[in-house]
C-alpha cells in the first residue's frame, strides 16, 4: 500500500512538472511571436482584459495619461530628479516601490514575482549618435515623469540595417540611415510627453532621446520579472 501511494504520488509529481513545461513552452512561444507591422496603439485607462489583448498585437503600445492615475506617484509629475530623490527618501512612510509595482499589476506577465524600477535623467539629446537598442525584455515600459523624450523605433526585421550588435546594442551609428531620401530603414518617431508610458514589444529596436537641452527629462523604466524570463 505503501509503495502504492509513492507510485501515485510520483506520477501525481511528474503530471504537474509536465504541465507547467509545457504551460511555460506555450507562453513562451507567445511572447516570442514577431510582428513587423510599424503600427503603435494608443489607450487611455484601459480594462485589464483589454491590456491582455493589446499584449497579444506584439505593437508599441502607448498608454496616455498612465502616470497621472498612480496614486502618490502622480505627485512627482513635473518634479526634477533631485526633488523626487528627496521626496523619496524622507517620506519614509510612504513605500514608493509597492505603490508603483501595484499600479503595474495589470501589465504583468504570467508566472510575474516583481518589478525593476529606475527613475533617471535622460542624457542622450538629438545631436548624440543614433545607436539602436533591441529589446531583450518580453515587458518593459518607459513613463515620462518630467519633461518630454523622443523614441525611436523600428520593428525587428529591419535588424539587418543595423547590425551589427553588441549586448543588443547596435554598434552602428544609424543617424544618416534616418535622413536617407527615400528611406531605407523602416522606422517611427513619437513623442512621449509627461504622465504618458511606452511598452517596447520584444525583439524591436529602440533609441530615446530628449529634444530640448534647456530641460531636464525624467523617466521611469520598469522591467517586469517573471518565472518566463528564464
Known amino acids: 500500500m ?14 504537474i512538472v509536465l504541465l507547467l513545461v509545457v504551460f511555460t513552452y506555450c507562453h513562451i512561444s507567445k511572447l516570442r ?4 507591422h510599424l503600427d503603435i496603439i494608443q489607450v487611455c485607462d484601459p480594462e485589464p482584459e483589454i491590456i491582455l489583448e493589446m499584449f497579444d498585437h506584439h505593437k508599441p503600445i502607448i498608454f496616455q495619461k498612465e502616470l497621472r492615475y498612480w496614486k502618490e506617484f502622480k505627485n512627482f509629475i513635473n518634479k526634477d ?5 528627496n521626496t523619496i527618501a524622507t517620506n519614509t512612510q510612504i513605500n514608493y516601490s509597492t505603490i508603483i509595482k501595484t499600479n503595474l499589476e ?13 527613475i533617471r535623467n535622460i542624457i542622450l539629446d538629438d545631436k548624440s549618435g543614433v545607436f539602436f537598442i533591441q529589446q531583450n525584455n518580453y515587458l518593459q515600459c518607459f513613463g515620462c515623469v518630467t519633461g518630454q523624450f523622443r523614441i525611436i523605433i523600428a520593428p525587428p526585421d529591419q535588424k539587418k540595417h543595423l547590425e551589427p550588435f553588441t549586448n543588443h546594442v547596435s554598434t552602428l551609428d544609424a543617424t544618416s540611415l534616418l535622413d536617407k531620401n527615400p528611406a531605407e530603414l523602416n522606422f517611427i518617431e513619437v513623442i512621449i510627453r509627461e504622465g504618458n508610458m511606452i511598452y517596447i514589444p520584444w525583439n524591436w529596436f529602440y533609441f530615446i532621446y530628449r529634444p530640448d537641452m534647456s530641460k531636464e527629462t525624467v523617466i521611469i523604466d520598469c522591467i517586469n520579472k517573471s518565472i518566463l524570463c528564464f
Open 33 to 36: 511571436t514577431i510582428n513587423n
Open 2 to 15: 505503501v509503495i502504492l501511494d509513492s507510485m501515485i504520488a510520483r506520477y501525481i509529481f511528474c503530471f
Open 106 to 118: 495589470p501589465l504583468n506577465l504570467p508566472l510575474s514575482y516583481d518589478w525593476t524600477i529606475d
Open 81 to 85: 530628479l533631485s526633488s523626487i530623490k
